[in-house]
């Protein structure tokens, strides 16, 4: 029993990290557009003095505001309270295929979205020649973002598993988890092998529920780095807009940030809803996800009289987030998304599930690469 609360504080503490470094590079651009000020006089880019309705633009970053907002709140909310269809469960094959049409929205959102937005920036004519336009910083940094996410997800699961499967412990209570429910996900996703000897009956069950419970830490860890990767392009698209004085620059993107918000929820939401969250930490991070694109935007009003977007330091601070955003959504759609269901039994068993997944994933790609023209 004592073992259980130890482990109980490990992993409240693991998730307590995960959260403390979210905040941190939410608030990393914040503090640091600030100074840019400074920066925009020095730079032979800065903007040159336009006719900008102020006020309309103020208009419509409150539209937007509100429409981001509701997007994302019911993309991610359409999985979660979708359990209560059995249409929408984790074990359907509509489930499968929902998850795979988001898996391309994601893929396609860090590499066609964000991946050459941090090339454009990170080579700018505004940057000094040495050493921005002598190394592709943009491709080094999404590289080293998506090894490091390999490497969190790698100790994280490693982490969980010492803690709750090695030590041969019974399912904590913390992981909310109903045996008899996980055994028939798993029963879905994986071959069944049935003994034909009445004595190795309890060895089965319990290798059942080890599994079921090694997938449900797995898709709690998938679900928390995707949410950080997320959190960060939320933060900088946010800021972008809300800093922008032109409402021809912005009533295209309301549009657009919507939908793109809509589809990152939906993958976000089947994520969690693997994950078998408690209550509350499905609300928080449901609220976290919707609120930050929103909180982008009142972050980039605030700055709007500082903020140049053609400054050195917004180019090397968007450009370096944004390369690090792409590493972790392209690492996450392509090995913990697509990889994990692509080669599961269950699919590749069905040739109609196969056929329907591949379809929603160009479908999901395609759309998102589509919205490229407006955002």
Known sequence: MKNNNNNSKKMKMVNLSIIIITINL????????STMADDASSCGCSKVAQASDKHKAMSLKFIAIASILFAGALGVLVPILGR???LLRPESDVFFIIKSFAAGVILATGLIHILPDAFERLTSKCLPEEPWQRF?????????????TMMVDSFATGYYKRSYISKALPVDVDLDLDVHEAAQVESSQQPQFHSH???????????????????KIRHRVISQVLELGIVVHSVIIG???GASERSSTIRPLVGAL???????GIGLGGCIVQANFRAKA?????VFFSLTAPVGIALGIGLSSSYDEQSSTALIIEGMFNAASAGILIYMALVDLLA???MNTRLQSNGRLQLGTHLALLLGAGLMSLLAKWA
Do not use: K, R, W, Y
């Open 84 to 86: 209560s269809v059995a």
């Open 340 to 342: 994990a269901d692509f």
């Open 239 to 241: 800021i972008s807009l």
């Open 282 to 286: 499905t609300v928080i991070m449901a």
């Open 136 to 148: 592709p910083f943009a491709g080094f940094v999404a590289m080293s973002s998506a090894m490091g």
């Open 197 to 215: 000897e009445h004595g190795h009956g309890h060895g089965h069950d319990h290798a059942l529920q080890d599994g079921s419970l090694s997938e």
């Open 258 to 264: 919507s939908f793109h918000q809509f589809f990152e």
């Open 26 to 33: 939410i608030l990393s651009p914040s503090m640091a557009l």
